[in-house]
């Protein structure tokens, strides 16, 4: 396929991906079937980054029956007749039931593959085009976890609805009977109303538990979320709750083998990518959803289940436990010891209650517990089961600012408190650590709390409280509550977080990519946005050499030993420039060692891309290499003209003058063709060197390429078929009409080489405007209006090393002999002259187009028409005076001229010529005169033979490059030029025409 460089669609496009439709069961914000979608898209986008799939939420929940299927199945013809899918994903029953009724109508023969499918039976898939995951709602293997925790339970209510997927799930469970205990008894909630079924909980056994299965529609028609029903069902029930989908966990259940929807929404994206990567749907199996072992801490807390009594995998939500993890280490040793000191306290409180009948004895007792607690750095309450405080250290007194007298008496869970969690939330009174402890008996450790009476003096504390029991007692007399002040350490971290987001706000705002690797194990610490961007990835906790440059051990370019001083102290900045071998993009990098955070000398790296730079370098080098070759070439061509001319006119003249028959009359026929020959190479290098002289005209080039049609098609060959597609309405543009053919005919004779045998080729004009934002992605184009001639071909194409060397001159891939390496150096150097640009897409085996950009000509003068009468003869009779430095040039061309029948005045001098006009006494009409000349030019020459002869026209020739004719004046519209060398056809030609004008 040929790419066409066209402005406005530029020749790159997204990477191409699938087409797929997800149809969902429910409606958005269910929160099943939307962390199902959560899971399949990320799967789906790892592959194919661009994709959108279409998705249809059908609202089935809401609208079950037979009636809203048809209506679906109605819409979906609609909207999507004529519409493509390359596969079909559905979730949940009622789309899989849509599909298995109506695929072949809505989607014929394409791939299906489903998700969140209860009461899967595998006789539904008559056809093989479908496959997916299965909800597996482990009912045995959950009813088993809850057995196997409350081994004293006698009783279990199913709670179900009445819905196709509840009564599914219903049979499954009463398949699974015959494997329970024979004295279990296993009960099934009635369809009724949820009031009714919230009744029926409350009356339920202590030794019973529920197991929910699913309720979202009651008897009432009432739709439910899975949030609401299990509220509802888990502040009915008096017993356990357990369940199958983590979607209830938080709203009340305890726990179970419980299904997540991202998980389950991966697992079908990834059959998905399977079948999409041309595996056969008959080939993959229908696979189980995968569940995990999760239970709430909250609800454990609630019915007093111990956390020993769980299966060793189980994950624990909402434990409060946070700081431990991290801080053991240190919390181990100080713990122990303040066990001790709690043990000693305990002691010496349960000795205190105990000998209370002693007076004197409790009084010591009180005084040396009251000593020994208020020496501790930490404050320490002592709360009865009542939740009065029996004691109040100094240090607690000084953390809340308050008088030890207002405290003792008063409860620790006082409302004219303010608390809040970490995160800024309210912290009931009931969660508070101290009544935890009294209510169950366990200790707590490390939880953070904010407290005030007014805004002006907000505490932050830390609290620990162990529980104090009496012999033989299970219920705590009392709670033992410790807690610091760490409010100058959360300012301390407020300060460092803000300060650390100033930070990286700045970093990410930065045009550059800059990272920051540890200089002993090069793990990466950090990435800014915009190298995130140019690698495609946060790449933060890799290794820096393998993921930024392809490399198995540190890159030789590293300049970690550079950036450290003799006592391993930063050095200073080093900069270097490389090109990165992953993006394949230059840059300008700053390395320097800083201070990271946690004290180490890491390498922080500022890397700026030079990559347009550096073309733009390449740019000006290939300018120069141009220009040095045009200074070359016109610094010979007028002497290398001046010879040729010679050659070809006595050549000529010779040929004239023998019998054709003669021995001598073919070599001088091969002298003759060899000159021509050289001729042509000298206007190819100055068409590459833009130094040809031209004589631009305001044309339409529709009108100049039409001229030239017939002679391609004759250049090319019949086997060859040349197509002429003129645009309409073209603007005019202002050019050499010669130079035009020059380009279509190197541009043509080129594809005929590039086409082995039967072939196509095509010219097109058109016209294009070129905005500033295209123009900036595409160097070396100027925003405007053009006229846009496109040559393309089917050849064998090019490469993408011969495309960088393509206009270089004398660079072909011919064959010796075959072709001088200039064609495609002159049309460039044409185009160039004219101030447009030429673009080339090519791909070996797909054939080239070259599109070439002329600007359009604004001015109102009138466009120029090839139309101009033929010269009947070359032959004439008038006087003309030639002027012309170089003797031999001189006699040659007076040679020339007299064969034709007219007079010769010759003059190697301007003086000598204008001598010569004045003596003369008859009529001169013609002066043909060279224009670099000794004592004046000849446009200076011209101008004083016109006050003596005011009708006399003027011939100008040169063998002088463009650029010296266009300084003597000599390149005007209205003047008429003959470039050296010259045939005597050419020159006798061009004399009649300025003759007879």
């Known amino acids: 396929m040929i790419i066409v460089f066209f402005p406005g669609n530029p020749a790159y496009a997204e990477e191409a991906h699938p087409q797929i439709l997800i149809l969902n069961s429910y409606h958005q914000g269910e929160d099943w079937s939307d962390n199902e979608i959560a899971g399949i898209l990320p799967a789906l986008k790892k592959v194919y980054p661009f994709l959108v799939p279409s998705i249809e939420n059908l609202d089935s929940k809401r609208f079950p029956g037979t009636t809203h299927l048809l209506f679906l199945k109605k819409y979906l013809i609609e909207k999507y007749q004529g519409t493509h899918f390359d596969l079909i994903m559905v979730l949940d029953d009622s789309a899989l039931n849509l599909m298995l009724q109506y695929k072949k109508e809505l989607f014929p023969g394409v791939p299906v593959v489903f998700a969140g499918v209860n009461g899967y039976k595998p006789e539904i898939l008559a056809e093989r085009e479908m496959t997916g995951v299965v ?15 409350h081994p004293e339970t006698k009783t279990v209510m199913a709670v179900h609805d009445y819905t196709s997927s509840g009564l599914a799930l219903r049979d499954e469970m009463e398949t699974e009977e015959a494997s ?8 099934y909630s009635g369809d009724g109303t949820i009031e009714e079924l919230a009744a029926q909980l409350r009356e339920l056994p202590k ?7 699913t309720y979202v529609t009651d008897k009432s028609v009432r739709t439910f979320t899975r949030e609401e029903s299990t509220r509802i069902i888990s502040s009915a029930s008096p017993v356990p ?5 983590e979607t209830r966990l938080g709203y009340g259940i305890v726990g179970g083998l419980l299904l997540e929807g991202r998980e389950h929404g991966r697992q079908a994206a990834a059959l998905a990518l399977r079948i999409l990567d041309g595996e056969k749907v008959s080939s993959i199996p229908v696979e189980r959803s995968l569940s995990r072992t999760v239970f709430d801490y909250t609800v454990l807390s609630r019915f007093g289940i111990k956390l020993n009594s769980l299966p060793a995998d189980s994950v624990i939500m909402n434990h409060p436990e946070t700081v431990w993890d991290r801080n053991k280490a240190i919390l181990i040793p100080g713990f122990f010891i303040f066990g001790l000191l709690m043990v000693f306290l305990g002691f010496l409180i349960a000795l205190v209650l105990r000998m209370r009948r002693s007076e004197e004895a409790l009084y010591k007792s009180e005084r040396q517990l009251y000593t020994l607690v208020d020496s501790l750095g930490e404050g320490v309450i002592l709360q009865d089961a009542s939740e009065e405080i029996l004691l109040w250290n100094s240090t607690a007194a000084e953390i809340f600012n308050l008088e030890t007298e207002e405290i003792v008496g008063r409860k620790a869970t006082n409302r004219e408190w303010n608390s809040i969690h970490e995160d800024g939330t309210p912290f009931p009174v009931q969660d508070h650590p101290s009544l935890h402890t009294l209510r169950t008996g366990e200790p707590c450790s490390g939880v953070i709390m904010g407290v005030w009476r007014n805004e002006d003096d907000r505490k932050w504390i830390k609290i620990n409280t162990r529980p104090l029991f009496l012999k033989g ?18 300012l301390a971290d407020e300060k460092l977080r803000q300060s650390h987001e100033k930070f990286l706000t700045i970093l990410e705002s930065i045009d550059a990519t800059i990272y920051v690797a540890d200089m002993d194990t090069y793990e990466i610490l950090f990435m800014n946005k915009n190298m995130t961007e140019t690698f495609g990835r946060d790449m933060t906790g890799e290794i820096c050499y393998k993921v930024f440059r392809g490399e198995k051990e540190p890159c030789a370019c590293c300049t970690n030993s550079q950036l450290l001083d003799k006592q391993g102290n930063p050095a200073g900045v080093i900069v270097w420039q490389d090109k990165n071998p992953i993006t394949g993009k230059f840059f300008t990098n700053h390395d320097r060692a800083i201070e990271w955070i946690d004290g180490r000398i890491v390498r922080l790296q500022i890397a700026t891309e030079l990559t347009e730079y550096r073309k733009m370098e390449e740019q000006l080098r290939q300018a120069q290499k141009m220009e040095s070759v045009g200074r070359l070439a016109g610094g010979v061509a007028h002497d290398f003209n001046n010879m040729l001319s010679v050659i070809l006119g006595y050549t000529e003249y010779a040929m004239e003058q023998i019998d054709p028959e003669s021995q001598i009359f073919n070599p001088l026929q091969e002298i003759h063709k060899a000159a021509r020959h050289s001729a042509h190479l000298t206007r190819q290098l100055l068409g590459f ?6 004589i631009p005209r305001v044309l339409d080039l529709n009108d100049t390429v039409e001229g030239m049609i017939n002679m391609l098609r004759r250049l090319i060959g019949e086997d060859i078929n040349l197509t002429w597609l003129p645009g309409k309405d073209l603007w005019p543009v202002k050019m050499d009409p010669s130079q035009i053919d020059q380009m279509l005919a190197n541009l043509c004779v080129n594809a005929r080489d590039a086409i ?10 058109s016209t294009v405007s070129l905005s500033k934002v295209f123009c900036d992605e595409n160097s070396g184009c100027i925003p405007g209006d053009y006229v846009l001639i496109t040559v393309r071909d089917d050849g064998c194409g090019m490469d993408q090393q011969t495309l960088d060397n393509l206009f270089e001159p004398f660079f072909t891939t011919k064959n010796i002999g075959k072709g001088t390496g200039l064609g495609l150096a002159t049309v460039y150097g044409i185009v160039k002259q004219n101030e447009g640009f030429i673009n080339v897409v090519s791909e070996p085996d797909k054939g080239t187009t070259f599109s070439i950009f002329i600007p359009r000509y604004q001015s109102l003068i009138p466009i120029s028409q090839n139309n101009s009468s033929a010269i009947s003869s070359s032959q004439g009779e008038e006087t003309i005076l030639l002027v012309e430095d170089e003797p031999a040039i001189l006699e040659m061309t007076s040679v020339m001229l007299e064969l034709s029948g ?31 000349m000794p004592e004046m030019n000849g446009k200076e020459l011209a101008g004083k033979l016109f006050t003596q002869y005011p009708g006399l026209k003027t011939l100008y020739m040169s063998g002088y490059t463009a650029d010296i004719i266009a300084h003597h004046g000599i390149m005007d519209e209205d003047l008429h030029f003959v470039q050296k060398p010259f045939t005597r056809e050419i020159l006798t030609s061009k004399v009649r025409e300025v003759l007879d004008k």
């Open 135 to 149: 909800e597996f709602q482990d009912i045995k293997g959950t009813l088993d976890l809850a057995l196997q925790i």
């Open 180 to 187: 329970f205990p024979e004295n279990l008894s296993i009960k």
């Open 207 to 213: 030794n019973s538990i529920v197991l929910l299965l």
């Open 241 to 245: 709750v357990y369940a199958m989908h």
């Open 473 to 490: 007692e299970d219920k705590p007399y009392a709670a033992l509550i410790s807690f610091s002040d760490i409010t100058e350490n959360r």
């Open 689 to 694: 060197a833009r130094k040809q002289a031209i």
């Open 756 to 765: 082995s045998g039967v072939g196509k080729l095509c010219i097109e004009t």
């Open 902 to 932: 007219y007079t010769i005045l010759p003059a190697s001098t301007p003086l000598q010529a204008l001598q010569k006009a004045r003596e003369y006494s008859g009529e001169i009409h013609l002066l043909i005169t060279d224009v670099v």
